[in-house]
C-alpha cells in the first residue's frame, strides 16, 4: 500500500507550528499543513506490512494499541499517495464519523502501533486524516447527505459530546429521527467546553453540526434532562433513548485549605474561559483569569496541559504542574515494546509555551499537595508541596505513592486549578431514569453491551466506560447506535 519502497526514500515529516512565543497570543489553532506533493509523500511512506497493527484497536497491558475505530488507515494512506482523494474521503468516512475532530485531538495510536515505527518513524497517519477531511470540505464533498426514507421511529440522544453525536450521526443515517439534548448553550459536549479553542477551534465543530441539522437531526440547547427536561416526558415521547453525558463528576482533591477562594477545578477554568472567548472575544471577562497569578495545575494529563496553556494565554506570572507520578524515560523500555502504546515522556503544547516564556518545564514530577494556605480573607496565597516515592506493598505487591518525610516546601498559589481527572457519570442523570451504576460510578450494562437495566434507555461513551480519549466515544456511539437499531428493527445495516 502506498509506494512499495516509500518507507525507504521519504523521510516523516509533519506540518509545522506556531512559534511558541507567537501563538500564545491568540487562541487559534496553530497547526500549519503541508502541501499537498508533501502530503502525498507521506501517503507513500505506508509499507504494505501484512498486518496493519494500526488499524486493530486493541488492548495490550491496559492500553490501546491501534485504532480504536479501526480505521481503514492502509487503504486511504495509498489513496493519499495517488491522490485520489474522494475515495480516500469514503474510506475514512466508513468507520470515523468525526476525522475532522480525531485530526486535531486524537493522540494517534494508530502511529504508535504502526510497522513503520519499529525501526524508524512511523507513517504520519493522522496528518494524512487531516488532509483528507479538510480537503473533503474544501471542495464540496463532506457535505449533507440526508436519508431518503424514515423509518417513523423516533430516538432522544441526552448530550452532543462525542459519543452523543455519533450515535445520532449514524441512527440519522438510518432512517431515524434523533432529538440530541444539551443542557449547555452550545452543542459539542467535551468538544466545545473541554478542550480548549487552540486545539479545536469551535466552528469546526458547528460546521459539522450544521451539516447533520441539514441532514435532519434535530438539537436542543439548555435541556438539563433530570432537571429542567423530564426523563418520563422522554421515555413516553421516544422509542429509544441514549445516555451520553460524559463522565463529568471531578476527582476533588482533600487536604487542609482546600476550601480557600482561588481553587477550581480545571473544568470549570477552561470552560469560563472557551465561552466568554465565544460570546466576547474575553472582552466581557466573566472567566477565570489567571492573569498576572501564581498558578498551580494539579495533574499531569491532557487537561492539566491545557490548563498550562490557557494559563499562559492569559498572562500568567508564573505555572506549576504537579505530577504524582515519576518522570517517563524518553525512550521505550524493553518491558514497553512495540506495538505497544509507547510510555515515554511527552512534552506537549502547552508545556512547551511554559519552557518558552519562563525558561523552564512547569512539571514537578512525584509532588503532590499537602496544604493551602489561606490570607485573613480566606484567598488562597500558599501551596505547601511535599515529594513522594514509589513504595510496594509486601501483602499485595502493588506499588503506591508515598510522602516523603520532611520534603515540605512552600510555593506562591494565587489560582489553584484541579486536573486529577474524573470519578464517573454526575448521578442525577442516572436517578432520573433508574439505571443502575457500577463500583466505578458509570452507567452499568452487560459486557459489551450498551443496553441498561431500564427498559428502552441505553449508554454509551464516558457515561459508560469511564473517561477516555474522543476516539473511543465515537467508537462507542457508533455501537450503541447499532445495537439501538437491531433492538428497534430486528436487524442493522449500519457499521
Given at each position: ?288 483569569s489567571a492573569k498576572g497569578k501564581h498558578v498551580i495545575v494539579i495533574g499531569g494529563g491532557d487537561t492539566g496541559n491545557d490548563c498550562v496553556g490557557t494559563a499562559i494565554r492569559h498572562g500568567c506570572a508564573s505555572v506549576i504542574q504537579l505530577e504524582m507520578m515519576p518522570r517517563l524515560p524518553e525512550k521505550r523500555t524493553p518491558d514497553n515494546s512495540w506495538p505497544e502504546w509507547p510510555r515515554v515522556l511527552k512534552t506537549d503544547y502547552g508545556q512547551e509555551e511554559a519552557i518558552s516564556v519562563f525558561g523552564k518545564d512547569p512539571r514537578l514530577y512525584q509532588t503532590t499537595v499537602k496544604e493551602f494556605v489561606k490570607d485573613k480573607s480566606g484567598k488562597v496565597v500558599k501551596a505547601v508541596l511535599m515529594n513522594l516515592e514509589p513504595k ?104
Open positions: 500500500m502506498g509506494k512499495p519502497t516509500g518507507f525507504l526514500e521519504f523521510n516523516r515529516e509533519t506540518g509545522k507550528t506556531v512559534d511558541p512565543k507567537t501563538r500564545i497570543k491568540n487562541y487559534n489553532e496553530f497547526h500549519l499543513p503541508l502541501s499537498e506533493k508533501e502530503q502525498r509523500c507521506q501517503g507513500a511512506r505506508c509499507m504494505d506490512c501484512g498486518v496493519p497493527f494500526c488499524q486493530s484497536g486493541v488492548i495490550i497491558k491496559g492500553m490501546v494499541s491501534g485504532c480504536p475505530i479501526n480505521n481503514l488507515i492502509p487503504e486511504w494512506n495509498e489513496l493519499v499517495y495517488t491522490g485520489t482523494w474522494q475515495q480516500a474521503y469514503n474510506r475514512l468516512k466508513k468507520t470515523n464519523s468525526f476525522p475532522e475532530f480525531t485530526a486535531r485531538v486524537c493522540p494517534a495510536p494508530c502511529e504508535a502501533a504502526c510497522t513503520c515505527g519499529l525501526n524508524g518513524d512511523p507513517v504520519s497517519i493522522k496528518e494524512n486524516e487531516y488532509a483528507i477531511i479538510e480537503r473533503a470540505y474544501k471542495t464540496g464533498i463532506a457535505g449533507p447527505n440526508p436519508p431518503k426514507i424514515r423509518t417513523g421511529k423516533k430516538i432522544a440522544v441526552i448530550g452532543s459530546g462525542p459519543a452523543g453525536l455519533a450515535a445520532a450521526d449514524q441512527l440519522n443515517k438510518r432512517g431515524h429521527s434523533v432529538t440530541v439534548f444539551e443542557r449547555e448553550d452550545r452543542i459539542g459536549g467535551l468538544l466545545m467546553y473541554g478542550i480548549p479553542n487552540m486545539k479545536l477551534e469551535k466552528h469546526i465543530i458547528d460546521r459539522k453540526v450544521e451539516i447533520m441539522e441539514q441532514e435532519g437531526i434535530t438539537f436542543v440547547t439548555g435541556a438539563d434532562v433530570g432537571k429542567t427536561q423530564k426523563a418520563k416526558d422522554l421515555l413516553k415521547d421516544f422509542d429509544r433513548v441514549i445516555l451520553a453525558c460524559g463522565a463529568s463528576e471531578p476527582r476533588d482533591l482533600k487536604v487542609p485549605g482546600r476550601d480557600g477562594q482561588g481553587i477550581y477545578f480545571a473544568v470549570d477554568f477552561l470552560k469560563s474561559t472557551t465561552k466568554s472567548l465565544l460570546n466576547s472575544d474575553l472582552q466581557d471577562q466573566l472567566f477565570l510496594k506493598d509486601e501483602k499485595t505487591g502493588r506499588m503506591s505513592m508515598e510522602p516523603v518525610a520532611g520534603s515540605e516546601k512552600a510555593v506562591p498559589a494565587d489560582l489553584v486549578l484541579i486536573a486529577a481527572g474524573f470519578l464517573g457519570a454526575q448521578s442525577y442523570v442516572a436517578e432520573a431514569f433508574g439505571v443502575k451504576l457500577n463500583e466505578r460510578r458509570n452507567v452499568e450494562t452487560l459486557k459489551d453491551k450498551y443496553k441498561t437495566n431500564v427498559d428502552k434507555v441505553f449508554v454509551a461513551g464516558d457515561m459508560h466506560r469511564g473517561q477516555s480519549l474522543v476516539v473511543w466515544a465515537i467508537r462507542e456511539g457508533r455501537e450503541v447506535a447499532k445495537e439501538v437499531d437491531m433492538d428497534l428493527m430486528g436487524y442493522s445495516n449500519l457499521a
